[in-house]
Nanobody, 125 residues
Framework: VQLQASGGGLVQAGGSLGLSCAAS????????MGWFRQAPGKEREFVAA?????????YYDDSVKGRFTISKDNVRNMVYLQMGSLKTEDTAVYYC??????????????????WGQGTLVTVSS
């Protein structure tokens, strides 16, 4: 599976931004697709995940719940992250990720086998 993230940029606090992730390859075998982020000097952390097939179940980290929305388009092999009410602490490189098969876990970076190159989101005050 190859992943290509796009859509990052500079936005003011309180604003909105949408990220896209184009997936190619054996995506049908993935159980969860996720978004993670990594701020300077910090570890990569979970943002949101969605079941790729067999449903629309979504999961969010508490820090983004109610502000971010993850969605997918199985036909186009796309995963999206719509971000609203952005805060300066949302500044990070955002990565999309995919699993190889079923892991039962969506939260941990170790549960994902494939990663996009990352796209930078900068939220200014």
């Amino acid at each position: 599976v190859q992943l290509q993230a796009s859509g990052g940029g500079l936005v003011q606090a309180g604003g909105s931004l949408g990220l896209s992730c184009a997936a190619s390859g054996r995506t049908f075998s993935s159980y969860y697709m996720g978004w993670f982020r990594q701020a300077p000097g910090k570890e990569r952390e979970f943002v949101a995940a969605i079941r790729w097939s067999g449903g629309e179940t979504t999961y969010y980290d508490d820090s983004v719940k109610g502000r971010f929305t993850i969605s997918k388009d199985n036909v186009r092999n796309m995963v999206y992250l719509q971000m609203g009410s952005l805060k300066t602490e949302d500044t990070a490189v955002y990565y999309c990720a995919a699993q190889r098969g079923y892991s039962g876990q969506y939260y941990y970076t170790s549960s994902y086998n494939y990663w996009g190159q990352g796209t930078l989101v900068t939220v200014s005050s």
